[in-house]
């Protein structure tokens, strides 16, 4: 496994961005992660979820070659803004095949909030499945890539009729 899976998963990370009036995105609101323990062991599986109410808003990696080319995974979550209101629905989109090209968003506009990973040796990489939330009938707009692929996009502060971005 190398930067390709990066490359691939991180366009998964839908985040909730510029909910936050003029002050822009908080991230000097979170602690310091660098302390926080992986959450997971080299070519080992792994589920992360975050607290009901909560979009995962960080993702940070470590390579290691020696142990399978493989990788350990640390995330953040942070809660979204009050006018997203609770999670209408949650679930688990589907799995990616391990060794295979991907590109995936959360289906019905949602946002991702968990991950859940198992590891193959066959192929040194690693299978993916996404936990995603959805608000109300919000929809994703204004969004860009960000560094990693990752896409970020701001939510509407009403109902919306179409079915994903």
């Known amino acids: 496994m190398d930067l390709t899976l990066l490359w691939v998963l991180l366009p998964l990370v ?11 995105y908080p ?3 979170y602690h310091d992660y660098s302390d926080d ?3 997971n062991l080299n070519r080992q599986g792994f589920s992360y979820q975050c607290p009901h109410g909560q979009v995962v808003v ?4 470590i390579f290691n070659k020696k142990e399978g080319s493989d990788r350990q995974w640390n995330y953040a979550c942070m809660p979204t803004p009050q006018n997203l209101g609770e999670p209408t ?3 688990w989109e589907e799995i ?3 060794g295979m090209e991907w590109y995936q968003t959360c289906s019905n506009n949602g946002l991702v909030a968990g991950f859940q990973s198992r590891y193959f040796e066959s192929v040194l990489d690693r299978e993916w499945q996404f936990y995603c939330c959805r608000y109300s009938k919000r929809c994703p707009y204004s969004c860009w890539d960000r ?14 009729e179409f079915a994903n971005v």
């Not at 839908?14 to 822009?24: F, I, L």
Request: proline share 0%.
């Open 14 to 24: 839908t985040v909730a961005w510029g909910q936050y009036g003029d002050y822009g």
């Open 27 to 29: 991230y000097q609101q």
């Open 37 to 39: 323990g992986w959450v």
């Open 58 to 61: 960080a993702v940070r990696s």
């Open 89 to 91: 629905e949650c679930w």
């Open 96 to 98: 990616n095949r391990a």
């Open 147 to 160: 560094q990693w692929k990752f896409i970020m996009c701001r939510m509407t502060d009403y109902d919306c």
